[in-house]
């Protein structure tokens, strides 16, 4: 039997891996079956909510009956309506500068210690070793995985970008906010006019350059979204048991 309820994780204790602190309020919606033996945090992009991304789960959320699901909701709002995890100066084919990156990269790291809460509360809250956490995000989200994913100093399971606005190493970024190693898979449509679909390879360079090698899906004809196959290969890496 399963339990659905809603959960106000505040974030306001030190991020031992930025060295950040935040007063910020993540609220996380959850979806916590009976005695679960994995958890999985899924991130909004630009514009939406933590509902949202509970309503894209739902599609495969029976096929992973032993996952705890969390869905946190940025504390900062968008110029216009919902929220967003960073400021978004530019997108589509202007998303190519790495000044821009650079930008969106410094935002990102402003909202990691929210997240690392949300961790951390998973973590305390139900006895999840942090091993059998994983994080995974849309767009803006999907960024913000990979990045909370890098820079947790308790190491996660796995991340996963779906459609993510690339993660770029500039001469700025301090390489050694970098203390996790976490498996990493990328997902990209060749269809994307939001996010470059050329934007998978600076991340998947990015990553290698550090050591990391990530798994990389292009799926063919899918635009700035998650569509079925994009699940499919998200099911296959995420549990290749099922």
Known sequence: MKKLFALVLIAAALFIGLNLSSSKAAEVISDIPENPQR?????????????????MAASFKDKLPDTAFFYPTSPDKTPFRGHQWFDLPVYGPQMVDVKIYQKMLDGALDN????????DNIHNDLGMPYENISI?????GGLMAVLTALTTPHPLNKAISFSGVPFVITEDFDTGLIVSAPQILLIQGDNDS?????SINLTKSALE??????QTEIIAGMRHEINQTAKQKFLE?????I
């Open 112 to 119: 990691v210690p929210v997240l690392q809460e949300v961790i």
């Open 136 to 140: 995974a995000g849309f767009s803006q």
């Open 237 to 241: 890496f995420f549990a290749p048991d």
């Open 209 to 214: 350059s550090i050591g990391i090698y990530p």
């Open 39 to 55: 958890a999985l945090i899924l991130i909004h992009g630009f514009g939406q909510d933590g509902a949202r991304m509970q309503t």
């Open 194 to 198: 939001a996010i470059p679909p050329s």
